[in-house]
């Protein structure tokens, strides 16, 4: 298996445009997360999904960050309008149960 | 309160120094434990589980202390490949099961020749 796949790897874009982060999760999985991380506040767990249903979004930042899981393969993580404080890096992670999360490589998001 | 806390470090120690690492966690409920290693610029892995009875992997040895809500992470006999950032993990385990996994902001450890 490949891992958890993550696109882009690099995002640059301007404040208020439009981010779409994606996310294809180890086959099998059916936990997928979305994770934030910076300097200041560390990695920061936004939502999470179990069979595809969105089941805890209570670290999601505002309504301008949406979140979706429309098969089992495939999960975006949405940003609408950008503002230079979105800029950090996002990872997707996928998983069975505990322990072990498995993270893909993460997208570096720039918003200037 | 953050729900994990780490010192974030940096630990700079020599090579074959032994190194320790505390995290605490402010949920008496929460179930399981992990350490995860990030390197720089990577994504985070788990390094190992923490059992309340403790548990070694090699130079890696955990420990659980629930009357005091913290975890341990022991590195012995260090080497230049320990350099990385570790996460403290908390899984709070609400009824109902498998619930999220909480990451401490990690501690960064540089080991130096």
Known sequence: ?112 | RKEVEQDPGPFNVPEGATVAFNCTYSNSASQSFFWYRQDCRKEPKLLMSVYSSGNEDGRFTAQLNRASQYISLLIRDSKLSDSATYLCVVNPMFSGGYNKLIFGAGTRLAVHP
């Open chain 1, 1 to 112: 298996d490949a891992g958890v796949i993550q696109s882009p790897r690099h995002e640059v874009t301007e404040m208020g445009q439009e981010v779409t982060l994606r996310c294809k999760p180890i086959s099998g999985h059916d936990y997928l997360f979305w994770y934030r991380q910076t300097m200041m506040r560390g990695l920061e767990l936004l939502i999470y999904f179990n069979n595809n249903v969105p089941i805890d979004d209570s670290g999601m930042p505002e309504d301008r960050f949406s979140a979706k899981m429309p098969n089992a393969s495939f999960s975006t993580l949405k940003i609408q309008p950008s503002e230079p404080r979105d800029s950090a890096v996002y990872f997707c992670a996928s998983s069975l149960g505990p322990p072990e999360a498995f993270f893909g490589q993460g997208t570096r998001l720039t918003v200037v």
